[in-house]
């Protein structure tokens, strides 16, 4: 049986909204020489040199947006988050976390006069900064990630696991903190959680087990991943049969008796021809579904698709078309879910 792994994580609607500030390809050449500048100043002021032509091509892609008439408020939430995950992770003096996020802002409203992406985060270290994140992806995904543990049998990996408890932790620790504290982002926290004060969000649990990788008996090419099924299955059951038909008692005849050959047996030969291949087909799809790897990948193809189909009620309507083109672009760059095989 298939258990949910951390890759899992990546199909998940805030994941793929970050996913397009990091990977999406916009022209910029318009405003070439002013994003180059605002790159500069992240170099030489804040030492942000790996990131700086990640973060201009990100503000550009949300400009792009902007100029698009369906565009959604939410993605300037991702927006802010995917900034602030990424300054916090590179920057060596996290005291200047709020004045590169506040800098970052100024620009983006210089360039685009009238951009409604605000900076919805004004004073915050990068460690609450991470577990106001926490929260809010663990609120935006709630749903989804409720409905694929219970699709999954409610069993888990070690690190996905981790990542559900990293998550409430946040949560709870936030919760705590926001009921004696009048911290700005305080107000954040309970935009994000409307409930609050009132019911707790119920924690996400899935159970401990252990994933079981499988080794393939053949040569490995350049591609190939350890425990990944490939088209020739494990443990030495292959992933398809060699039949060998063999001759039928007094249905081989000589030269000298095909001529005298009835009509009947060419009537048996027809009918056989049609069903014993069918017979083949079956016992084989029988014995690749219940003794090979296949019948596992089957049902983790149906679960993931299950996965997806939650993932819209953790999303409006409107970013149902744009949010599956993207998770087809990613799945074709990054193999989201070449899931390995993992024993029952």
Known sequence: MSILLKDNLESLNSNISYWKFDKRSVNCLDDSSFWGKVAQQLNEVYGLNNISASIVKALCY???LQLQPNFDNVMCEYLCYWLGNKISN???NKESFSSVIDLLYAELGDIYKENKCKNIIFQINSTDFQKLKDVYDYKQNYNTISAAIRD?????????RDYLNKSYESYEELYTKCERSHEEYCEHFKKIIPEYPGKKLEKLICNLKESIS???????GPGAHEGHINARGVDGIRGGLDVYLVPRDGMVDGPSDKAGSTS?????????GI?????VIS???CLLYNFTPIGSMIQSFLKKKRIIEHN???IGTHEINDNFSDYEEKYDTRSLFNIAYHGA
């Not at 999954?152 to 996905?160: L, T």
């Not at 499988?214 to 490995?220: A, D, L, N």
């Not at 069903?275 to 017979?279: E, G, S, Y």
Request: charged fraction near 25%; include cysteine; proline fraction near 5%.
């Open 264 to 272: 009947n047996v060419g009537v048996s030969n027809t009918i056989m």
């Open 152 to 160: 999954y049998g409610n069993e888990c990996s070690e690190k996905f």
């Open 62 to 64: 949300i400009k792009s």
């Open 283 to 285: 016992l084989a799809f």
């Open 214 to 220: 499988v080794p393939v008996r053949e040569e490995r």
């Open 90 to 92: 590179d920057l060596s």
């Open 275 to 279: 069903f014993f291949p069918l017979v």
């Open 312 to 314: 819209m009620d953790d």
